[in-house]
């Protein structure tokens, strides 16, 4: 069976653990060829070498993307070595809730600084290649950003982690309509609770609260969404799925 993404290069950021890591497994097997992007170098070995055992093709580019110029440098870089870029994943993020009182600023700029500005930083460089790539080949390009059901629905103790998805949601919208013309799909996934080790950044009066809200709930697996993210690229050119909900089955 043909792989639809052969000949296609996707970059996908926080691909290290969870959403990330399976979003590249899965776009590895669909025939892309995948630069796995995050602070830890050993971790994207390891994910390199599991696509690798299975047949496809990876490469480790380590880089902390929340450091100012560092997304423009990582998108030249896969520019100038694969010679072309077809795919953006932004999937890096973090959570760090708690009570808005206690926890210390430099917690919210954290999140700022890498839910949000990076994910922009990325997706802007990103953009004239995106054009490019879509004038060939698949005859589109693609954009998928990793939002949350919390840019939806705002929750106490999570006022800043809120803000950065919210804001993530409304970007990727705006962006769809102002690229639909140019072959640019942009669009974005917003999951509820996740199997990944977003919730162990927590605060543990946070921890306890997510506990409460979320028990018995089945939580999804990152391959779940990474199936979703595959399914959005992998769609005729014609067809663009601008934005996904996906909620584990029983969480009210």
């Given at each position: 069976?043909?792989?639809?993404?052969?000949?296609?290069?996707?970059?996908?950021?926080?691909?290290?653990?969870?959403i990330g890591e399976a979003t590249a497994v899965e776009l590895a097997a669909q025939g892309a060829r995948v630069v796995l992007v995050a602070r830890r170098a050993e971790r994207l070995a390891e994910v390199a070498d599991r696509i690798a055992t299975a047949g496809g093709q990876a490469r480790?580019?380590?880089?902390?993307?929340?450091?100012?110029?560092?997304?423009?440098?990582?998108?030249?870089?896969?520019?100038?070595?694969?010679?072309?870029?077809?795919?953006?994943?932004?999937?890096?993020?973090?959570?760090?809730?708690?009570?808005?009182?206690?926890?210390?600023?430099?917690?919210?700029?954290?999140?700022?600084?890498?839910?949000?500005?990076?994910?922009?930083?990325?997706?802007?460089?990103?953009?004239?290649?995106?054009?490019?790539?879509?004038?060939?080949?698949?005859?589109?390009?693609?954009?998928?950003?990793?939002?949350?059901?919390?840019?939806?629905?705002?929750?106490?103790?999570?006022?800043?982690?809120?803000?950065?998805?919210?804001?993530?949601?409304?970007?990727?919208?705006?962006?769809?309509?102002?690229?639909?013309?140019?072959?640019?799909?942009?669009?974005?996934?917003?999951?509820?609770?996740?199997?990944?080790?977003?919730?162990?950044?927590?605060?543990?009066?946070?921890?306890?609260?997510?506990?409460?809200?979320?028990?018995?709930?089945?939580?999804?697996?990152?391959?779940?969404?990474?199936?979703?993210?595959?399914?959005?690229?992998?769609?005729?050119?014609?067809?663009?799925?601008?934005?996904?909900?996906?909620?584990?089955?029983?969480?009210?």
């Open positions: 069976m043909a792989k639809r993404l052969e000949g296609c290069t996707a970059l996908v950021t926080g691909a290290s653990s969870g480790v580019l380590a880089a902390d993307i929340a450091e100012r110029g560092v997304p423009a440098q990582v998108v030249a870089d896969v520019v100038a070595t694969e010679r072309r870029l077809d795919i953006v994943i932004n999937a890096a993020g973090i959570m760090l809730n708690g009570d808005s009182m206690d926890r210390p600023l430099s917690e919210w700029e954290q999140m700022v600084d890498l839910n949000l500005t990076a994910l922009l930083a990325t997706t802007k460089a990103a953009l004239p290649h995106l054009v490019q790539a879509a004038q060939g080949g698949r005859g589109v390009a693609d954009v998928v950003n990793i939002s949350s059901i919390a840019g939806r629905v705002a929750s106490g103790t999570a006022a800043v982690y809120n803000a950065t998805k919210f804001g993530v949601t409304a970007f990727s919208e705006a962006m769809r309509q102002e690229f639909a013309r140019r072959d640019v799909r942009v669009s974005v996934v917003e999951p509820g609770a996740v199997s990944t080790e977003l919730f162990e950044h927590q605060a543990p009066k946070a921890q306890e609260r997510l506990s409460r809200i979320l028990d018995k709930v089945e939580y999804l697996h990152p391959e779940d969404v990474a199936e979703t993210i595959a399914h959005i690229i992998t769609r005729p050119r014609r067809v663009a799925l601008a934005e996904i909900v996906i909620r584990p089955t029983d969480h009210i």
